[in-house]
């Protein structure tokens, strides 16, 4: 079965940049529509970014104009490019296909002076 493993968060300042990697396996991954999500506590998770097997790409208004999806099929690896970074993006990061039912274990990113 799939499974997908998301690492690049940390601790940066507002205004700031991190780079998310969501490395993916055991499936066809070429194949696969492939969003990031993000859950903050005491929120529900909520879709930010979504890109398909054709490379086309969709962001939720929030993070337009700041961050990038990406994916590189030879690496089996989505990436997500955060810059211009605010408080309020702090939350779990996580990867999954669209559709699919298994989440990685997600990557904390906190936005904070």
């Known amino acids: 079965q799939v499974q997908f493993v998301e690492s690049g968060g940390g601790l940066v300042q507002p205004g700031g940049s991190l780079r998310l990697s969501c490395a993916a396996s055991g499936g066809i991954f070429s194949i696969y529509d492939m969003g990031w999500y993000r859950q903050a506590p005491g929120k529900q998770r909520e879709l930010v970014a979504i890109?398909?097997?054709?490379?086309?790409?969709n962001y939720a208004d929030s993070v337009k104009g700041r961050f990038t999806i990406s994916r590189d099929n030879t690496n089996n690896t989505v990436y997500l490019q955060m810059n211009s970074l605010k408080p309020e993006d702090t939350a779990v990061y996580y990867c999954k296909n669209v559709p699919g039912l298994y989440w990685g274990q997600g990557t904390q990113v906190t936005v904070s002076s």
């Open positions: 890109i398909t097997n054709g490379g086309v790409t």
